[in-house]
């Protein structure tokens, strides 16, 4: 019997649904087989490649083909380098592709790449652009939310406009877990738990996911919820919700490795029972493998080595840690604000000072300190460094060495014409330190000229952009209205309106404006300003004015006066304190044990009550017995006898003098 004739290629794409990639796959590798350069073939064979997940034997298969291959399935090729990890190179080619497409496959490589401010871009123009940008709503609203939440991870909050979330955030899962990762990164952990809530049960109830499709966005979900209730001091809660959720079990079952090692790694630190370091070391490594294509973001692998580090110190490498960490610091840039660079220097220190991280206490801030600060001598221009002395300072109740020390370096930096060093310089967070330092010692007028200066800075630097940081803007500007001077309310006003400039429903900006030009520039307020006020009859609608005339001014209760009538407790008879034995040395000579002692015995004998001077020898024999004065009559000056002579004076040796 003869053999069935194999089908052809053309025939199978005509038949095929596109849940057929195997059977398309096999199909294009007969036809590569009769002829390797046909162009059909090698294109079925990369979609299917990439349907099937197979991206890196997609990537062979683009080397295969050659440049023409590439320049026929550019988007295709795009794709496949992005999935492999290789996202210069695919940036470089989606921004060569044009169409909606390629915007798509930019914008997801952006993203991976940590380029977040090109990313909202590309979303915003896929919003924008084409009929599809309707069909692509609720995605393209997940994916920018997404974005957001990154570049509050990244610091890079400013970039932010929608800092709360809406009503179309919390009516898909995926929408309500994006804005809590925002919260999360901006440190509203109490929000962010309750948006997790949400997000869990909206996918429980979803009725568009199979159950494993649902245990798989579960499980992230639940990683992320643990991690929240173990940074409010819950863990036990979270273990037993762990416990509950059968998450234990089903890390494996996390597709993802970034998010399974994350998520063993949170088990170990909320664990209820420490175990011994060097366990938790080997469980900590046995899930560090993550493959490029699914690569940590920064921040987290920034914490993932700290744990790492910890752990190492935990089991006595302290030497291994200081020479690692020591590297990687210096072979960064400094000075730098980098988080995940200024906090080695944390470790480096407790490395080179032998600090066990589970025991060290204030205690023993004197003694790391003596070994610190040589090291800043040698670093100065190291920040992490810098902050972990005056920490240490602070620990010892030592303030005025801080604030020298931060004041010094801010000194360094000013002279500098480097733009880099005076972003340090300026930066938020050190300003920021340095001005709850002098707030510690009462000084009002350097806080203010501080936070001038620093929102100064930044505002010349980005004329056209949004400020770099609002608080900071907001706090110099709260400053400034606390003077009385108008040179200073002008300066607060120009900072507010500045910030409502960038953002015209902020609030507290227009607060700002008002507050500064209410009273002495009264013709640079706008009708606007006023009018976006909460209105003042609003504000005491529920306050009746003459109840609380009649009530008066209110007063303490007394203490004194109590309306029981029952007989008070007779108090305790205070036992009678037991006298300090006097040690041997300090007792007084000639003390008697029972006498009573002199209570003004450490006073100076001249300032006792007691004193009184001594009387002169013959003082008023002589009273009167001035030269050709009266003689009293009944005093008879007997003659003197003897040698020399002389009146009114008895002979005698005058004192030192030696006979010879």
């Known amino acids: 019997m003869a053999a069935a004739p194999t089908p052809t290629l053309s025939t199978l794409l005509s038949k095929t649904t596109l849940t057929d990639h195997s059977t398309l796959l096999a199909a294009a590798s007969r036809a590569l087989k009769k002829s390797k350069a046909d162009p059909e073939a090698q294109h079925v064979r990369i979609v299917a490649l990439l349907k099937l997940d197979r991206f890196d034997d997609a990537l062979r298969a683009f080397e295969e083909g050659g440049d023409a291959l590439k320049q026929r399935a550019r988007l295709e090729w795009a794709y496949a380098l992005y999935k492999s990890g290789e996202l210069e190179r695919a940036e470089e080619v989606a921004g060569e592709v044009g169409g909606r497409g ?7 490589t952006t993203y991976r790449a940590e380029r977040f401010e090109r990313a909202m871009e590309c979303y915003g123009r896929l919003g924008e652009e084409g009929e599809e940008a309707g069909e ?4 393209l609203r997940f994916n ?3 974005v957001e939440a990154q570049l509050e991870w990244a610091g890079k909050g400013y ?8 009503r179309e955030d919390l009516e898909a899962f995926e929408g309500a877990y994006n804005a809590a990762c925002g919260s999360i990164a901006r440190g509203e952990l109490g929000q962010g738990e309750v948006l997790l809530k949400r997000a869990k049960d909206l996918c429980s109830a979803s009725e568009e996911l199979t159950d494993s499709e649902k245990e798989a966005e579960l499980l992230p979900i639940l990683v992320q919820r643990a991690y929240v209730l173990t940074r409010l001091g819950r863990a036990d809660e979270a273990n037993a919700e762990i416990t509950a959720m059968g998450l234990s079990e089903s890390m494996a079952k ?13 088990a170990l630190t909320s664990a209820a029972d420490p175990e011994n370091p060097f366990i938790m070391q080997r469980r900590f490594q046995q899930s560090s493998q993550i493959p490029k294509n699914d690569a940590l973001f920064s921040f987290q692998s920034a914490i993932l080595q700290q744990d790492r580090y910890t752990l190492d110190l935990l089991c006595l490498k302290g030497n291994g840690v200081a020479n690692s960490t020591h590297a990687r610091i210096a072979s960064a840039a400094s000075p730098t604000t980098d988080a995940g660079i200024n906090t080695l220097a944390v470790l480096n220190v407790a490395a080179k000072a032998r600090v066990n991280p589970q025991t060290f206490s204030a205690a023993e801030s004197k003694v790391v300190l003596k070994e610190v600060l040589p090291m800043l001598e040698k670093r100065p221009t190291d920040v992490g460094l810098l902050l972990t002395v005056i920490q240490l300072y602070l620990l010892t109740n030592n303030h005025g060495p801080a604030v020298m020390l931060l004041e010094s370096f801010f000194a360094k930096l000013s002279e500098s014409k480097d733009s880099s060093n005076l972003d340090v310089r300026f930066a938020p967070g050190l300003v920021g330190t340095l001005v709850s330092l002098y707030a510690v010692q009462g000084r009002t007028s350097q806080i203010r000229t501080e ?4 929102t100064s800075y930044w505002r010349e630097k980005q004329k056209d952009g949004p400020p770099a940081d609002s608080n900071l803007a907001k706090a110099a500007g709260k400053s400034l209205l606390g003077s009385n001077q108008e040179k200073d309310l002008l300066a607060a006003g120009e900072i507010f309106e500045d910030l409502l400039s960038k953002n015209s429903s902020d609030r507290s900006a227009v607060a700002g404006v008002v507050a500064a030009y209410a009273t002495s ?5 706008k009708k606007e300003h006023i009018d976006s006020l909460t209105p003042v009859p609003r504000l005491i609608a529920g306050i009746d004015v003459d109840a609380l005339e009649e009530a008066g001014v209110a007063s303490l209760p007394s203490t004194t006066s109590s309306s029981s009538k029952k007989r008070p407790a007779e108090k305790e008879k205070e036992k009678p304190r037991k006298k300090k034995k006097m040690q041997p040395k300090r007792m007084p000579k000639n003390y008697e044990e029972g ?3 002199d209570p003004e015995r450490w006073i100076p004998m001249r300032d006792r009550s007691y004193w009184r001077p001594k009387k002169k020898k013959g003082k008023g024999r002589d009273a009167g017995a001035t030269q050709g004065g009266m003689e009293d009559e009944k005093k008879v000056a007997a003659p003197v006898t003897g040698q020399g002579g002389g009146g009114g004076g008895g002979g005698g040796k005058k004192k030192g003098k030696k006979r010879k």
């Open 144 to 146: 920018r939310s997404a």
């Open 595 to 597: 006498k009573k002692m």
């Open 521 to 525: 520039m009264q013709d640079k307020l």
């Open 254 to 266: 996390i597709p993802d490795a970034s998010t399974r090692h994350v998520a063993q790694v949170n």
């Open 159 to 166: 970039l932010v406009r929608k800092k709360r979330p809406e």
């Open 102 to 108: 390629g915007l798509h496959v930019l914008a997801q």
């Open 451 to 454: 936070l001038a200066k620093a």
């Open 136 to 139: 692509e709503e609720n995605d």
